[in-house]
């Protein structure tokens, strides 16, 4: 059965890191894309960053709202996805989910659709 | 403010259809295709339809998409309570080079 577990969230203050990490079984994670999603309380689902395969490149998409703030990598012999944030304000603290991307994850996005996600890690930025 | 617009909430009694819609422009659902997600908040978002109208193994066939142009929508047939939950569509934006989703639509039954 496939698997998405999120980790790495909590507290954190204004202005520094944190890395969250996404943790995979059930199925060959390095044959597909990744993305990360977040929502913020009392909004909307909000997307935050794609990678795709390593049979594509390993190419990256971000969100313009994170876009050189965070960073989002692949480690296919740990089936583990990552979200590297950086420069936290109050406006990133959300859940944070992760995803796996159906229909090959291939060039064209236009095409993606996102088959399972996990529960999500809350990640709190305050001072 | 979302790209995609859905209607906040809708409601139904138990074995009624309901029809959530999904509006956007010629750079998304217009040229690109819709796929539909229901969450509970706190658990992890189910996808429900994908490429406008296809269902995952799983999913009831109580669940269905259609595309017309620029809008889309969801159809839920023969409500059931455990259909209450939050559903967004998404998309791709080929303007905006990133996936969007509509505003959600809180789905109460009755």
Known sequence: EEQLVESGGGLVQPGRSVRLSCTASGFTFGEYAVSWFRQAPGKGLDWVAFIRSKAYGGTTEYAASVKGRFTISRDDPKSIAYLQMNSLTTEDTAVYYCSRIGGGGGYYYGEYYFDFWGQGTLVTVSS | ?110
């Open chain 2, 1 to 110: 403010q979302s790209v995609l617009t859905q209607p906040p909430s809708t409601s139904g009694t138990p074995g009624q259809r309901v029809t959530i819609s999904c509006s956007g422009s010629s750079s998304n659902i217009g040229s690109n295709y819709v796929s539909w997600y229901q969450h509970l908040p706190g658990t992890a978002p189910k996808l429900l339809i994908y490429r406008n109208n296809q269902r995952p193994s799983g999913v009831p066939d109580r669940f269905s998409g259609s595309k017309s142009g620029t809008p889309a929508s969801l159809a839920i047939s023969g409500l059931r309570s455990e259909d209450e939950a939050d559903y967004y569509c998404g998309a791709w934006d080929d303007s905006l080079s990133g996936w969007v989703f509509g505003g959600g639509t809180k789905l109460t039954v009755l």
